[in-house]
C-alpha cells in the first residue's frame, strides 16, 4: 500500500525559529509532492509544492527540500510567525492508477509568541 | 466564486441512522473527491468523481456511498451510522484529475453515539 509517513506529529517552535517537518515515501510512482496548510475549523489549503526534477523550492519563508533518491522531502518554514501556528499536511500524488493523492499524517505545528 | 460548500457544519447521529453530507463547487471541476480526518491519521480518500454519472472508491469506502448527478453536486451518502464513522468529512475538487491543487471545504463534523 502506498503511504507517506509525516514526522514529528506536533512541533513547538518560538518566533524567529525555523519549524521543520519531514516526510518520506515508499512508492516511485508519485509526480508530484505538494504540502497544505490547516488552520482550526478550517478545510486544508495549498501552501507549496514541488515535482521531482527539482531539489528546492521556495516561496517566501516557506522552502521545500526534496531527496528524491532517499525518498524524502521537507518543509522548512523559516522565521516562523505565530499565525503560522496550523496543521500541515505533506503529500504524494501517483502518477498512474487514477493520480490519487495519499496524505501524510499531518504535524500541528504551534510558534510561540 | 464561493468555491467548494459543505452542509452541515456538525451533525449529530444516533448508531443505525443514515443521513446525506452535502458538498457543491462553483468552479466548474470535473473531478471531486471525499475524505475522512481523524486525529493522527491524515486524511483519507473515501469515494472520488471523475464527472457526472462517474464515481470510484478511494481506501476506505465501505459504510459509504456516493452519486453524481450534476458537475456541481458530489454528496455523501451514510446508510447505517456507526460510531467508526465519526470524523470530520471534507470535499474537494479538482480541475481534473491530474490537477496539481484540490480546493478543499471547510468540513462536516459528524459524531455518532
Known amino acids: 500500500q502506498q503511504q507517506v509517513k509525516q514526522s514529528p506529529q506536533s512541533l513547538i517552535v518560538q518566533k524567529g525559529g525555523i519549524s521543520i517537518i519531514n516526510c518520506a515515501y515508499e512508492?516511485?510512482?508519485?509526480?508530484?509532492f505538494p504540502w497544505y496548510q490547516q488552520f482550526p475549523g478550517k478545510g486544508p489549503a495549498l501552501l507549496i509544492a514541488?515535482?521531482?526534477?527539482?531539489s528546492e523550492k521556495k516561496e517566501g519563508r516557506f522552502t521545500i527540500s526534496f531527496n528524491k533518491s532517499a525518498k524524502q522531502f521537507s518543509l522548512h518554514i523559516m522565521d516562523s510567525q505565530p499565525g503560522d501556528s496550523a496543521t500541515y499536511f505533506c503529500?504524494?500524488?501517483?502518477?498512474?492508477?487514477?493520480?490519487?493523492?495519499?496524505f501524510g499524517a499531518g504535524t500541528r505545528l504551534f510558534v510561540k509568541a | 466564486n464561493a468555491g467548494v460548500t459543505q452542509t452541515p457544519k456538525f451533525r449529530i447521529l444516533k448508531i443505525g441512522q443514515s443521513m446525506t453530507l452535502q458538498c457543491t463547487q462553483d468552479m466548474n471541476h470535473n473531478y471531486m473527491y471525499w475524505y475522512r480526518q481523524d486525529p493522527g491519521m491524515g486524511l483519507k480518500l473515501i469515494y472520488y468523481s471523475v464527472g457526472a454519472g462517474i464515481t470510484d472508491k478511494g481506501e476506505v469506502p465501505n459504510g459509504y456511498n456516493v452519486s453524481r448527478s450534476t458537475t456541481e453536486d458530489f454528496p455523501l451518502r451514510l446508510e447505517l451510522a456507526a460510531p467508526s464513522q465519526t470524523s470530520v468529512y471534507f470535499c474537494a475538487s479538482s480541475y481534473a484529475q491530474y490537477a496539481e491543487t484540490q480546493y478543499f471545504g471547510p468540513g462536516t463534523r459528524l459524531l455518532v453515539l
Open positions: 503529500a504524494a500524488r501517483g502518477n498512474t492508477g487514477g493520480f490519487k493523492t495519499i
Open positions: 512508492n516511485t510512482a508519485f509526480d508530484y
Open positions: 514541488i515535482r521531482p526534477d527539482v
